[in-house]
């Protein structure tokens, strides 16, 4: 019952963070996955806390992103993807398009491997692979 209680209040306050950061800010701007690698201004988020839980708000990528439809202008995320399962990566994805405005970019920073290269294969949007990662841009 107690733990219960707490995932509750939990998800309460992450629906309040996230929803005063869409609130107030005019871009956008989603990391994946940071670690303990906080940007300013950005929604700053991960499975994990890493003792800093004021700058950090839990996601799991692995499940439906907790925000509305185009509701980001950027999404990055660097060395996060290539640690899910191929299906786990493809619907990390989809949702990071979803949660994408029109004319907003994503940017995955991660090696490139045969299972990372073939969920970039997989995503029918226009995309640039380079070095460094993959650049989407929403039309």
């Given amino acids: 019952m107690r733990f219960r209680i707490q995932r509750l209040v939990g998800a309460i306050r992450r629906r309040g963070r996230i929803a005063a950061y869409l609130r107030s800010h005019d871009i956008t701007k989603l990391q994946l996955g940071a670690g303990e690698n906080i940007r300013p201004d950005w929604l700053n988020t991960d499975l994990h806390d890493y003792g800093r839980p004021a700058d950090l708000v839990y996601l799991d990528v692995r499940r439906p992103f907790p925000f509305p439809d185009e509701s980001f202008d950027l999404v990055f995320s660097e060395h996060m993807l290539e ?5 786990e990566g493809l619907r990390c994805l989809v949702e990071c398009r979803r949660v994408l405005r029109p004319g907003g970019r994503i940017r995955i920073a991660t090696p490139i491997t045969s299972a990372t290269g073939g969920i970039f294969n997989s995503i029918a949007c226009t995309q640039r692979v380079c070095m460094t990662g993959l ?3 929403r039309n």
Avoid at 83 to 87: C, I, K, S
């Fill in 83 to 87: 640690h899910l399962e191929y299906e």
């Fill in 135 to 137: 650049l989407i841009k």
